[in-house]
């Protein structure tokens, strides 16, 4: 069986540590659309040119780029049999954009995870990661105009999420192997409804 995932949480709640350690676990790929973006900035692609000037200054890159790089990642094979993404959605369109994508296939998403934590601890966290990484957009004031651009935008996509009965919250503060035992444990019983073994 398959799990179709997408993994909320400010920048900086640890997504990208967690989503490795899930998607290791239930052997599905992790699709971090701020990775490929990343990726592509580093490659000096048209992609990665259209969307870095958003990227350093902490604002989403436009839908029509973002939802279209999304639908070419999903149809490659390896997102057949489940996938955990990663920064995607973000907007409400993209929301839409996705069901839609899925509903091509006569699929839908099972599971929405959203990491919660306190802004404060977030700051603390990507400047540490900023001085590690040296990423360009990591810089205090970008940190928190994304917190900002989170908040605004795509925070009440949870909401949304919860209504349709899929939003399976957990708190992403504490170390990484009890967090990651945290989320194991409240998505075990959600995956084996559907015949996934965590
Ligand atoms: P992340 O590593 O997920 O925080 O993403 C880094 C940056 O990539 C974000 O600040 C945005 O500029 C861009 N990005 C990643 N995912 C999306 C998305 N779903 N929609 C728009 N922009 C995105």
């Known amino acids: 069986m398959s799990a179709r995932m997408v993994l909320l949480g ?3 709640a640890g997504k990208g540590t967690q989503a490795a350690r899930i998607c290791g676990r239930l052997s599905i790929p992790a699709i ?3 990775d490929i973006f990343r990726a592509n900035v580093a490659g000096a692609t048209e992609l990665g040119r259209r969307a870095q000037q958003y990227m350093d200054r ?3 890159v436009p839908d029509s780029v973002t939802n279209a790089m999304v639908r070419s990642r999903l149809a490659a094979d390896d997102a057949a049999r489940g996938f955990l993404l990663d920064g995607y959605p973000r907007t409400e369109g993209q929301v839409h954009e ?3 994508i899925l509903a091509a ?3 839908a998403l099972d599971i929405v995870l959203e990491i919660t934590a306190d802004s404060e601890a977030v700051v603390a966290r990507l400047l540490t990661r900023a001085s590690e990484q040296n990423r360009a957009d990591d ?3 970008v940190i928190r105009h994304r917190l900002e651009v989170y908040a605004e935008q795509t925070a009440p996509l949870a909401a949304l999420y919860r209504d349709r009965g899929l939003l399976v919250q957990v708190d992403g503060i504490g170390a990484v192997d009890e967090v990651t035992e945290r989320i194991m444990t409240a998505l075990v019983p959600r995956l084996s409804a559907r015949g996934v073994t965590a």
């Open 10 to 12: 400010p920048p900086g």
């Open 32 to 34: 971090s659309t701020g």
């Open 58 to 60: 902490g604002e989403y």
């Open 98 to 100: 996705l069901d839609a």
């Open 105 to 107: 296939s006569g699929l």
């Open 139 to 141: 810089t205090e004031s």
